[in-house]
């Protein structure tokens, strides 16, 4: 899939949570074709402690509207600042970076798994299966009530199951506790959140048989498969998260405990 | 329009503007986001007669205008680098030139015998610098019999232009620079990254899994310019200056310290395409100051 640099343009800002906002971009073209799982790497202007690009994952792209929608939360003075961008504003992204999500075929039962801000890439994921006319399951988890994102408009394109550590909403615990997982049978799982989560989700489906696959966030620098600073560790040696990634089948990593 | 050609010994370069080893992969990286023949020349990442896994993650740590990395030359071996790399990087209509690395002078030898076979690959850069390895790297770059066993075992098997990449780790540079020359390097280029560390102090660990890295980008710009000046006026041998260039006005400093052509490192990351903005506006700068040829302003200082 060709890559781009592009400056492209700041239409909204939204917070949508105490450490998190919602950037939605547009530009005069239309965006280059991108896939869920993939990623954009965003130049941060204005921040002297800041001299890397970041990279962010896509959350959704509006094809009607012209949006690249991504999911910032704001963790350093590289997020702080982005989340200080204004409409009109211009942000220089290189994009689209990595392997995506494998695409649901018909027929298949998908269950998308997201944990904290891991949720951003899979609302473009179960948003492209619906357009596909695949129906996905979305189960979601967060510390609270209040820190589950964009439930809303998940909900506009899935069943969507929730837990919360402190059980203020859904079921109490964590995702892989959750009653549905031993109620249904799934296809395919696809997750993206914290390590632990996901090697959890990971554990789960290796128990079940499942087709799994994850998207890891390791510390990056180029982000084009070049420095070979976020490597993980596979059955194929060390691998580039940024290029070889950030989605693996977990067959393919380390994580067998 | 100025010209911008210039010549590292039998090597001809369409404009002193190369991309440096292990930030630009194979150039194939980053053919999306610009046109790769419009440089001067495509310096690939390191290789080993033998394939590296490289060091554990974490591996890089971003600094005050710079960056650490510890990636300790991961690569699949000279053989792998043969097979199945050259014949998709050949017809790429620059100087596609292999960083070389070893852990002894007869590893280096054979890397570069091999390399030596291809036709498409008109030059190698010797890494006697890398500071991310226990085996070779910059322990051969840090003393000048170090250097130059490892340069002349390499001279008597590689026949094409050998350029030797210089540490900043040493405590004079110039007598480095002076005893590869005296092997027969053809060309020696620098700096290769200052050797430092960063620490996280709510874990009270370091951030990087060998904790010590390689720190590059604009925070080391004036250490190497100090450097490739003072190397220049040592050597006869054309000097390839880098070390934190990220613009054209970077690039000019170093062609003015001495340095017949540059390497663009870490700066790629930040702009993938920059090397075609650095080629462009020293062809702007020379025009606008009435130069007709890059030449005249290299080494002024």
């Given amino acids: 899939m060709k890559k781009y640099i592009l400056d492209l343009k700041v239409k909204q800002v939204e917070q949508i949570h105490q450490r998190y906002v919602l950037i939605k971009l547009t530009d005069d073209k239309p965006l280059p074709d991108m896939l869920p799982g993939q990623f954009v790497e965003v130049r941060v202007d204005g921040s002297t402690s800041t001299f890397l690009r970041r990279p962010i994952s896509i959350n959704f792209?509006?094809?009607?509207?012209?949006?690249?929608?991504?999911?910032?939360?704001?963790?350093?003075?590289?997020?702080?600042?982005?989340?200080?961008?204004?409409?009109?504003?211009?942000?220089?992204?290189?994009?689209?970076?990595?392997?995506?999500?494998?695409?649901?075929?018909?027929?298949?039962?998908?269950?998308?798994?997201?944990?904290?801000?891991?949720?951003?890439?899979?609302?473009?994921?179960?948003?492209?299966?619906?357009?596909?006319?695949?129906?996905?399951?979305?189960?979601?988890?967060?510390?609270?009530?209040?820190?589950?994102?964009?439930?809303?408009?998940?909900?506009?394109?899935?069943?969507v199951y929730v837990t919360t550590e402190d059980g203020s909403m859904g079921e109490k615990g964590f995702v892989t506790n959750?009653?549905?997982?031993?109620?249904?049978?799934?296809?395919?799982?696809?997750?993206?959140?914290?390590?632990?989560?996901?090697?959890?989700?990971?554990?789960?489906?290796?128990?079940?048989?499942?087709?799994?696959?994850?998207?890891?966030?390791?510390?990056?620098?180029?982000?084009l498969g070049a420095c070979l600073c976020c490597v993980e560790k596979t059955t194929e040696g060390n691998l580039c998260v940024c290029k070889d990634g950030p989605v693996f089948n977990i067959k393919k990593l380390l994580w067998q405990d | 329009m100025a010209r911008l050609n210039v010549k590292i010994a039998d090597l001809e370069l369409k404009n002193p503007v190369m991309t440096a080893s292990g930030t630009f992969g194979y150039g194939l990286e980053f053919a999306d986001l610009m046109p790769l023949d419009g440089i001067g020349g495509?310096?690939?990442?390191?290789?080993?007669?033998?394939?590296?896994?490289?060091?554990?993650?974490?591996?890089?740590?971003?600094?005050?205008?710079?960056?650490?990395?510890?990636?300790?030359?991961?690569?699949?071996?000279?053989d792998y680098f043969c097979e199945h790399i050259y014949p998709l990087i050949k017809d790429i209509d620059t100087n596609m030139i292999v960083n070389v690395s070893g852990s002894s002078p007869e590893d280096y030898a054979e890397c570069a015998a091999r390399i030596d076979a291809l036709e498409k690959i008109p030059a190698i850069e010797l890494n006697i610098s890398c500071p991310n390895v226990k085996d070779g790297g910059m322990a051969f770059g840090v003393t000048c019999a170090g250097a130059a066993s490892v340069v002349k075992a390499v001279r008597q098997r590689y026949h094409k232009t050998l350029i030797v990449k210089l540490s900043p780790n040493v405590t004079d540079i110039a007598e480095i620079a002076r005893?590869?020359?005296?092997?027969?390097?053809?060309?020696?280029?620098?700096?290769?990254?200052?050797?430092?560390?960063?620490i996280d102090i709510?874990?009270?660990?370091?951030?990087?899994?060998?904790?010590?890295?390689?720190?590059?980008?604009?925070?080391?710009?004036?250490?190497?310019?100090?450097?490739?000046?003072?190397?220049?006026?040592?050597?006869?041998?054309?000097?390839?200056?880098?070390?934190?260039?990220?613009?054209?006005?970077?690039?000019?400093?170093?062609?003015?310290?001495?340095?017949?052509?540059?390497?663009?490192?870490?700066a790629n990351f930040l702009d993938p395409a920059v090397s075609i903005k650095v080629r462009d506006g020293i062809n702007e700068w020379l025009d606008a100051h009435g130069c007709q040829s890059v030449s005249e302003i290299i080494g002024v200082i």
């Fill in chain 1, 61 to 159: 792209v509006d094809r009607t509207a012209n949006e690249l929608w991504l999911l910032v939360a704001t963790i350093g003075d590289g997020t702080r600042t982005l989340a200080k961008l204004q409409p009109g504003d211009t942000l220089n992204c290189v994009l689209p970076l990595g392997n995506g999500f494998t695409p649901a075929k018909t027929g298949e039962k998908v269950l998308l798994v997201g944990g904290g801000v891991g949720v951003a890439p899979l609302l473009y994921m179960g948003a492209e299966m619906k357009r596909q006319g695949i129906e996905p399951t979305f189960l979601l988890g967060a510390r609270t009530a209040n820190d589950l994102l964009m439930l809303p408009i998940f909900n506009m394109y899935g069943r």
């Fill in chain 1, 178 to 223: 959750h009653s549905l997982l031993s109620l249904e049978r799934f296809d395919r799982i696809s997750t993206c959140g914290p390590t632990p989560m996901m090697k959890a989700v990971a554990r789960y489906a290796r128990q079940n048989n499942i087709d799994c696959e994850a998207s890891l966030e390791n510390l990056m620098a180029c982000g």
């Fill in chain 2, 42 to 78: 495509i310096i690939v990442k390191g290789t080993t007669l033998n394939p590296r896994e490289g060091n554990d993650y974490p591996r890089m740590a971003e600094t005050a205008s710079g960056m650490l990395n510890c990636v300790g030359l991961q690569n699949k071996g000279v």
């Fill in chain 2, 179 to 198: 005893a590869v020359e005296a092997e027969g390097a053809d060309s020696v280029s620098l700096i290769n990254t200052l050797m430092g560390m960063a």
């Fill in chain 2, 202 to 266: 709510e874990k009270r660990k370091t951030l990087l899994s060998i904790n010590t890295g390689g720190l590059s980008g604009p925070c080391v710009k004036p250490v190497a310019l100090r450097m490739v000046w003072q190397v220049a006026k040592a050597v006869k041998i054309p000097v390839i200056g880098l070390g934190g260039i990220s613009c054209a006005k970077d690039a000019i400093e170093f062609l003015m310290a001495g340095a017949t052509a540059i390497e663009i490192g870490t």
